[in-house]
């Protein structure tokens, strides 16, 4: 035993030490070990992630104010799965109103812990007010119905590509990818305590009454009759011609505007999901502007502006046309191996004459003066059009590494260069346009929440030729439809134009039966108000008819004669005659 009265309070004082070891332990692993986790749960009991309702995105409209996209109520529901009684009788009666098979709903509707005190779940995005309507019937309180909005597409597939999606990841196609930052509203998210009273916000909310601001509005240069026309036409012919698939471009040459912008094969962008669910995501980027391909004789037009506005050829130049032409290791021949003999520029463009761009690209301008032509009319970059995933093409320049001099004499003719279709249209359209090329845009206005409105201008990208070369050009190409190319005149109108026949590039060359068939032309003359871009590919035609004049110089007849009636353009014959000195 112990006798000291010091020992004993020493054993006494050890022991209460030993005691309070434990206690003094806890409190370390409580107040400091695990304290994050636990103010998070208790955090979680008092406080919530408030987000409001859903803005509606910026509507979208033509140039006229008719309804293009809008947006149409739908719901996403959720689920407090800790206040669920039954689960398998809740994810049985669930799958019949949400359409999912019950045994994902039960997983989950379960939670993954019995100490789970608090767990929301979501169920189902954008279920329809119907399906909403039949949820509310159940009267569960642990079912969450947060209104949200849907893209509403007014006139189905119509302009398909131009207006395009957005995922729930923000990424997408056409307009509404390019311009999501405007057309999105704010969407005000809040940490908060729960309240006690009715309030449906947060304490720190209520009383402010926060509102989120709606998205932008965007009126387009495209006009739904136009857009509607073309689509119709561009399907008749592609079905004519037995064609793979086809693109046409309606630009005003004098602002850069599109009217109409179609293409097929195409697909509904509404039901965006389910085509990429189906592996059919190649529907998706617009052949406009994100499908280069080697552009053929319309690219004759660039070539001959080029020895004109640099001075090295003029109206009184020739050259002697064999048949073929030797340059950078290749032999040059005309798409129908026949000698033209003595030529002018106004043959070169009527008869379409790939030995006489040669000759001018290799012999008269040189590679320095052509390539600068080249990139001044835009190929080789972007035009910065409102639309998402644009394509800046393919153009092989004297500093490459992969540059060959083969390309100096292919390029004349657009083999060897790959372009878009808006390029080329645009390119054409600065020729309408008195040798000043426009920006290519499809946003006419914005509408801003605030109530102000912002007119887009047009936009100039510089001058690639002068007035005076603008001018011979449009007179050229317009003599050159007149001379060869009748099936793609105008009854009661004079138009400019040149047909393309593009031989489309394989891993071993080129493919000897294909075609990209297409004609560029625009007006009336002597006052072009209109610029028409056609491209059908692969026509599976009779080998006489598969050249552009037999099948896309018919077709911008056709859609010509239509459109003048629609813009209220009058008819006029007015040729216009140039210097021949």
Request: proline fraction near 8%; glycine fraction near 8%; aromatic fraction near 8%.
């Amino acid at each position: 035993m112990l006798r000291d009265p010091a020992a004993r309070l020493r054993l006494i004082v050890a022991l209460w030490v030993l005691a309070l070891l434990p206690v003094l332990g806890q409190l370390v692993r409580l107040q400091v070990l695990e304290h994050p986790r636990y103010k998070a749960e208790a955090q979680s009991l008092v406080r919530r992630q408030y987000a409001l309702p859903s803005p509606p995105w910026g509507v979208i409209t033509d140039r006229n104010g008719d309804l293009l996209v809008g947006n149409s109520p739908v719901y996403d529901v959720g689920a407090e799965v800790n206040l669920i009684a039954d689960p398998a009788q809740a994810s049985a009666t669930l799958a019949r109103i949400l359409s999912q098979p019950p045994d994902k709903l039960y997983a989950s509707l379960t939670p993954v812990t019995t100490t789970q005190r608090w767990a929301w779940r979501s169920l189902a995005k954008n279920i329809t007010e119907d399906q909403a309507a039949r949820i509310r019937e159940l009267q569960w309180n642990w079912l969450t119905l947060t209104p949200t909005w849907d893209r509403y597409y007014a006139e189905g597939t119509l302009a398909a590509h131009t207006l395009g999606f957005v995922n729930e990841q923000g990424l997408g196609y056409g307009v509404q990818a390019a311009q999501l930052r405007f057309l999105r509203g704010e969407t005000i998210t809040h940490y908060g305590n729960v309240s006690g009273n009715t309030s449906p916000l947060p304490e720190e909310l209520a009383g402010r009454n926060p509102i989120p601001h709606p998205g932008t509005n965007l009126r387009l240069t495209l006009d739904r009759t136009v857009q509607a026309f073309v689509e119709g036409e561009l399907a008749t012919a592609v079905q004519q011609y037995h064609a793979a698939g086809g693109t046409i471009l309606v630009l005003d040459p004098r602002s850069g505007a599109i009217l109409a912008s179609a293409s097929l094969p195409t697909y509904a962008p509404s039901q965006y999901a389910q085509y990429a669910a189906q592996g059919k995501t190649d529907l998706f980027p617009d052949p406009a502007i994100s499908r280069p391909y080697e552009p053929g004789s319309v690219f004759k037009i660039i070539t001959v502006a080029a020895a004109l506005d640099s001075g090295r050829a003029n109206l009184d130049w020739s050259y002697y046309d064999s048949g073929a032409i030797e340059y950078g290791g290749i032999i040059v021949h005309n798409w129908d191996g026949l000698a033209y003999g003595h030529q002018d520029l106004e043959g070169i463009l009527a008869y379409s004459l790939n030995v006489g761009v040669t000759t001018l690209s290799t012999r008269v301008v040189g590679p320095e003066i052509f390539y600068h032509y080249v990139r001044a009319f835009g190929f080789g970059q972007l035009t910065d059009v409102e639309l998402a995933d644009e394509s800046p093409g393919t153009v092989h320049l004297l500093t490459d590494w992969d540059w060959a001099d083969s390309y100096l004499a292919t390029n004349a003719f657009g083999q060897g260069i790959a372009v878009t279709p808006l390029q080329m249209a645009t390119a054409a359209a600065a020729i309408a346009n008195g040798g000043v090329m426009m920006q290519p845009h499809i946003i006419a206005e914005r509408q801003y929440p605030d109530g102000r409105t912002v007119n887009i201008p047009p936009r100039p990208l510089g001058r690639p030729i002068s007035a005076a070369t603008a001018l011979t050009m449009t007179e050229l190409m317009a003599r050159a439809v007149e001379r060869e190319v009748p099936q793609a005149e105008v009854p009661g109108y004079r138009i400019a134009g040149k047909t393309g026949t593009a031989q489309i590039p394989t891993s071993g060359g080129y493919d000897p039966r294909d075609v990209i068939a297409s004609f560029v032309g625009f007006g009336p003359l002597p006052n072009p108000q209109v610029l028409i871009f056609v491209k059908l590919d692969r026509p599976d035609v009779p080998p006489d008819m598969r050249w552009g004049s037999q099948t896309a110089a018919p077709l911008f007849s056709r859609v010509a004669q239509r459109l003048f009636v629609l813009l209220k353009i009058p008819p006029t014959m007015a040729r216009e005659s140039i210097d021949n000195g």
